[in-house]
């Protein structure tokens, strides 16, 4: 095999790589509202420990993204490649950092009666931000510029979804004593949802970088 043969090979395998790591941190996000809705509370040291290894292996990708372009000085297609693999990486790693942040909100919650109605509104997104991580890995597997201009549609409802659901949780506060932890930590959780959900739209718009070779804003 030839020289432009294995470095083919090389940005598949990377590519291969930066979508193990989105599996991880998509993996990290169901398991901590699973979590959540099951109260499961004793998962979520598990959760915060599992962290290292989506750590670790965007190391592994900075370094070996890094390696390639110090050796082989791709042309510009092949360069923006490595570019987006390393920015998308960085991403999936600060959204598996929010996963961690929404176990750690979760460990200091307590049972309060009045709050239970938030909960289905807190998981239903929940449910839009995984469709959201679910699409986008798949729309920077398949080098889907259309695919990836969606998920900016998909964040105007998680946003949405998030500015009604903390108007919500301040009102109760207002009117009821003994819940104020309680209500931040909810509201803690429901931003890190949020964040998570900016993230993506984050990575769409590198995989339409990769394409196109301009950055697009999508938000």
């Known amino acids: 095999m030839n020289v432009r043969g294995h470095f083919v090979n090389d940005l598949a395998e990377l590519k291969g790589e930066v979508l193990e790591l989105g599996g991880m941190v998509e993996q990290a996000f169901t398991e901590t509202i699973e979590a959540i809705r099951k109260k499961e509370y004793s998962k979520f040291d598990d959760i915060i420990i599992q962290d290292s290894k989506v750590n670790s292996l965007e190391l592994e990708i900075n370094e070996k993204a890094t390696l390639m372009i ?8 092949d360069l ?9 990486s960085s991403d ?4 598996g950092d929010l996963s961690v942040d929404m176990a750690k909100a979760a460990q200091r919650l307590t049972e309060k009666e009045n709050l239970i109605q938030f909960e289905e509104e807190l998981l239903l997104m929940a449910s839009k931000a995984h469709v959201m991580i679910k699409a986008v890995l798949i729309a920077f597997r398949d080098t889907n510029t259309l695919e990836a ?20 949780l301040f009102e109760v506060v207002a009117v009821e004593t003994g819940v104020t932890e309680q209500v931040m930590q909810m509201a803690f959780i429901a931003r890190y949802i949020e964040r998570i959900a900016d993230y993506c739209t984050n990575i769409a718009e590198w995989i339409i970088y990769e394409v196109n070779g301009q950055r697009f804003d999508l938000n």
């Open 70 to 77: 110090a050796k082989q000085q791709p042309v510009a297609s």
């Open 80 to 88: 923006r490649k490595l570019i987006v693999s390393l920015k998308v």
């Open 92 to 95: 999936l790693e600060r959204m």
């Open 149 to 168: 201009q969606k998920i900016a549609g998909m964040d105007d409802e998680v946003d949405h979804a998030y500015a009604k659901f903390v108007q919500s």
